[in-house]
């Protein structure tokens, strides 16, 4: 394994155990058993540290979806799919950062600046299934990009009480009927 994927691997579960704002580059230096100019070497600051690890998150959860994706189904089902793999892994990664949890209502900033990309990745994976529906006729959207947005948009409306830890919360039966509102509006007639 090479040193920088070494030390990611290791900040990762000191996120998880600590938090971001209770971790230090020593504690991260520690569980990588590395010295602190070997962590420096690689990232100039935690908050870089921290970036790349929510960055190799982010990348793993985006091959999941493109998977899901390339399935040979029916848009509408694979819309539908989507939503629930996507709210799947959300909440796994929530549930491994449970530590992070406080720290992600003091550091939204940092957390929506590193989501700006995958947002738009994400943008680009719902449009590829409302032309693919367009296409094959089962979807009417006018403009994909924006419909596409506005469902990345709804989607991470169920994130928040995820990340924030709120007990016995399931997004699944609230999925169902989003998909069917959103059905009624982009279903060919």
Do not use: W
Request: proline share 3%; glycine share 8%; aromatic share 8%.
């Amino acid at each position: 394994m090479k040193t920088k994927e070494h030390i990611l691997k290791a900040a990762r579960g000191v996120f998880t155990r600590f938090g971001f704002n209770k971790s230090s580059m020593a504690d991260i230096a520690f569980a990588a058993k590395k010295g602190r100019r070997t962590i420096y070497t690689h990232f100039a600051t935690k908050e870089d540290v921290f970036r790349a690890v929510i960055d190799r998150e982010v990348k793993a959860l985006v091959k999941k979806l493109e998977m899901v994706c390339s399935q040979d189904i029916p848009p509408d089902e694979k819309l539908k799919t989507y939503m629930f793999a996507r709210m799947g892994a959300v909440r796994e990664l929530t549930v491994y950062y449970d530590a992070l949890r406080q720290d992600m209502i003091g550091n939204l900033g940092i957390i929506e600046n590193l989501r700006e990309e995958y947002d738009e990745i994400e943008v680009g994976l719902i449009q590829g299934i409302l032309d693919e529906g367009n296409i094959r006729g089962v979807f009417a959207v006018e403009d994909t990009r924006l419909v596409a947005g506005a469902i990345v948009m709804a989607a991470k409306g169920f994130e928040l009480p995820i990340f924030t830890g709120r007990k016995g919360y399931d997004h699944r039966p609230m999925i169902e009927p989003l998909i069917e509102i959103l059905y009624k509006g982009i279903r060919k007639q």
